[in-house]
């Protein structure tokens, strides 16, 4: 489906750089699977409405929060900013960004210490999307978060109770979200 201000020639483009996205995305697994590194990711839990952030990249199944692996030496702080920044078209100060915590993950045959910051946001976002990178952003419960990673359930339920009554949807509490 077109979509309305975007020519065909610019979605042409967008379409080839999706494909060279996915393959160097298996490039990599293929590169995890052979050497298993150890890498450092930063991801950012967006809340606005009691509701968190969820984007789709165009190289993978499946929803993430906003964030990436770090560049070399790269400050999580940092790298989270910029990963928000990029995906989602959001620029945040430090200030705006605590980190919530270190979670260590093992993922796609790789140890990944995922450093994990908060923003909240008292205002809907703008959020501009490139899709090239990101084709979807939008916001979910808890719940629906938790259903859709189930890796990062335990680390959404200590999210969830560092921040009592701030989140729409807990998996126990999913029909009290409003509709």
């Known amino acids: 489906m077109p979509i309305p201000g975007r020519s065909s020639a610019r979605a042409a483009v967008d379409a080839c ?14 590169f995890f699977f052979i050497f298993r590194p150890r890498l450092r990711a ?27 692996m770090l560049k070399w030496r790269e400050d999580p702080q940092k790298g989270a900013r910029r990963e928000l920044e990029e995906e989602v078209g959001l620029s945040v100060g430090p200030e705006a960004l605590p980190l ?46 938790s259903h859709q990673l189930p890796e990062l359930r ?4 200590r999210f969830a109770a560092a921040i009592p009554g701030r989140l729409v949807g807990s998996p126990d509490e999913e029909s009290e979200a409003p509709g």
């Open 17 to 30: 750089h999706r494909i060279g996205l996915r393959l160097a995305w298996l490039g990599l697994r293929v």
């Open 42 to 68: 930063s991801i950012v839990l967006v809340r606005w409405n009691g509701r968190l952030l969820l984007v789709t990249n165009s190289y993978r199944a499946g929803s993430g929060f906003p964030g990436g």
């Open 100 to 145: 919530f915590e270190v979670f260590p993950q093992e993922k796609w045959c790789a140890r990944i210490e995922l450093h994990v910051f908060a923003l909240d946001l008292e205002r809907e976002p703008t959020l501009e999307i490139d899709r090239r990178e990101v084709i979807e952003a939008g916001f979910c419960t808890l719940a629906e978060a």
């Open 154 to 157: 335990e680390l959404l339920e």
